[in-house]
């Protein structure tokens, strides 16, 4: 079984590899983002130019507070969010329904926050999973 895992070139640049079903996660290039774990499953490993450093910076997760919605627009802090990290957002299994029947959408990435914006606000509060890489 062979899969194709993001990695980067010698350049630094982001480029596509493929990694045969006898790789795992000891032998494979140190800066795949994705790579086989020793079961063969594909999982997201510590990347960096000499192999340090984690591909995860901000995990979390955040409350949206009914109260706190003003023109349907809420921005929040966030310890280690920064303007140019690539972030990912998505409710709380629980709070899915809410948050889709709301129309909220990330809209906006600063240092240390996140501004999120809806169609009508909530009447409740909504937790949601935040990821920055």
Do not use: H
Request: some cysteine; overall charge negative; hydrophobic content about 35%.
């Amino acid at each position: 079984m062979n899969d194709d895992v993001l990695t980067r070139n010698t350049d630094g640049e982001l480029a596509v590899r493929t990694v045969s079903s006898t790789e795992s996660a000891t032998v494979v290039n140190p800066n795949d983002v994705y790579t086989r774990d020793t079961d063969g499953k594909l999982c997201i490993r510590t990347v960096g130019g000499s192999g340090g450093g984690s591909a995860v910076k901000v995990n979390t997760t955040i409350t949206l507070v009914s109260a706190d919605w003003s023109n349907n627009s809420q921005t929040v802090s966030i310890s280690g969010i920064t303007s140019d990290g690539v972030v990912i957002v998505s409710p709380v299994p629980a709070d899915q329904s809410a948050y889709v029947s709301a129309g909220i959408l990330c809209t906006e990435q600063a240092e240390g926050t996140l501004t999120f914006t809806c169609d009508t606000a909530p009447s409740g509060n909504i937790d949601v999973n935040v990821v920055m890489l």
